[in-house]
């Protein structure tokens, strides 16, 4: 087994589901992973993360990240505006439904679940439909494209000058959340909250350029794949990190539920803030609960 840790910012929830990322990819990739925190000093708090094998596990992620392809993947037999690039598949993860536009009368490419994959491995991802029935946490608008988002995050955006992806970055395994500008986000990555009353402007629609962490971005869409935090409300949520590494199908778990999973004193429990404004969700930083 292989084990590392990187730094993260626990009161950032981009980071957190990040490191949810960077462990399912290594339960893929490598097999066998199990993970954790460490608060023990109170400057900067770790994740740590060990998978079969002797390759670090971050690398073998970060290097999966480099190297894939992004696919749209469409469902078989419906007719829609589908990409030419779209994969066709028979085991839609959710209903018609999901694929229609804010009237819900057409139906629309912007929602497609898309495959992350290299020469030899794939990674679905398909979080922001609700078709197995929990609430998704999509943060990103209508009219933005998911496979997109996620080609901006990990190619950059070659339509913004200057904005960059995670291959331009080269995120390193000790260092893997640097921010840099980048052009189009899931909007995981507190550092790029911002609120359109207190700002007097939407951002987004300002086609603003953010500083926050491309490799953030994708590893929390995939880490949000198999687990969801607990929505409180429509606009704030809540998670938990814990002490101690655990295998990755009960992370799932004590991502959310850790009473009962993990010893008293072995959890910490943070709520976050989506924003105020219908169209344009994002996570704030958050704010932890106070033990009872």
Known sequence: MAES???????????VFACLGFMELADVLLGDAEAGFDWSDKAQAKFHLCAAGQKNPFEAALDFLKAATVKP????????????DAIETGEFPAPRSELLDSIGKKLTACALPIFLEDKERNFNVSNWLEGDK????????????????????L????????TIGVRQLTPTPDNPFEAGP??????????????AINTGSSLDEQGAT?????AVEALAVIGLEHTRPEFLSTYEIRYAVWQGRIPTSLVRAVFTQPRG????????????????DKQYKKCFPAKEELSK
């Open 73 to 84: 993947v469409r469902p078989a037999g419906v007719d829609g505006p589908w990409p030419q």
């Open 182 to 195: 980048v052009g189009g986000r899931f909007g995981f990555d507190s550092r790029g909250a911002w609120d």
């Open 155 to 162: 190619y950059g955006d070659s339509t913004k000058k200057g």
């Open 5 to 15: 840790k990187i730094p993260v910012d626990l009161f950032n929830p981009g980071q």
């Open 261 to 276: 999973l993990v010893p008293r004193g072995h959890y910490r429990c943070f709520r976050a803030h989506l924003g105020d």
């Open 134 to 153: 929990r609430k998704a946490l999509k943060l990103f608008a209508g009219k933005q494209v998911a496979a997109k988002l996620m080609m901006n995050v």
């Open 210 to 214: 953010l500083l926050v962490s491309p």
